[in-house]
């Protein structure tokens, strides 16, 4: 049985182009744009879940959820925007959260801990 995206989320609205997007962002094999490396390179080739922290997702840098305070036209413009869009490690964009770029600057000064990864059998 396949996962369904939860209806209404605008990061799935077109996910033709989201596809594309993650696709460019995997094949550039970026750093993480939150902590810019400190945990080390992200696993592009795990899946993106809890128990691979260091596996890849894409991440916006301005939130979705607060597209109006950055000037876009919609919650979905701001998902579908290449420039608000960025390869992360799952640990750091769980940490992330909804905050701004102004958290990822401080966000290698204030973890210190290192996530812990294990090598599952799946």
């Known amino acids: 049985m396949k996962n369904n995206p939860p209806k209404n989320n605008p990061r799935y609205a077109n996910g033709s182009?989201?596809?594309?997007?993650?696709a460019r962002?995997?094949?550039?094999?970026?750093?993480?744009g939150i902590c810019h490396g400190r945990?080390?390179?992200?696993?592009?080739?795990e899946?993106?879940?809890?128990?691979?922290?260091?596996?890849?997702?894409v991440d916006e840098i301005r939130p979705v959820s607060k597209w109006r305070?950055?000037?876009?036209?919609?919650?979905?413009a701001a998902a579908e925007?290449?420039?608000?869009?960025?390869?992360?490690?799952y640990f750091c964009n769980a940490q992330?959260?909804?905050?701004?770029?102004?958290?990822?600057?401080?966000?290698?000064?204030?973890?210190?801990?290192?996530?812990k990864v294990t090598d599952g059998s799946w």
């Not at 995997?26 to 993480?32: D, I, Q, S």
């Not at 899946?47 to 997702?57: E, G, I, T």
């Open 25 to 32: 962002l995997r094949a550039m094999g970026c750093e993480c």
């Open 17 to 22: 182009l989201r596809r594309k997007h993650r």
């Open 69 to 76: 305070q950055f000037g876009y036209s919609s919650a979905r």
């Open 96 to 115: 992330k959260r909804d905050k701004t770029a102004s958290f990822s600057l401080d966000f290698g000064a204030k973890m210190t801990k290192i996530p």
């Open 39 to 45: 945990f080390g390179p992200i696993h592009y080739d």
């Open 47 to 57: 899946p993106s879940d809890a128990a691979h922290p260091l596996s890849f997702v």
């Open 81 to 89: 925007d290449w420039d608000n869009l960025q390869a992360a490690h």
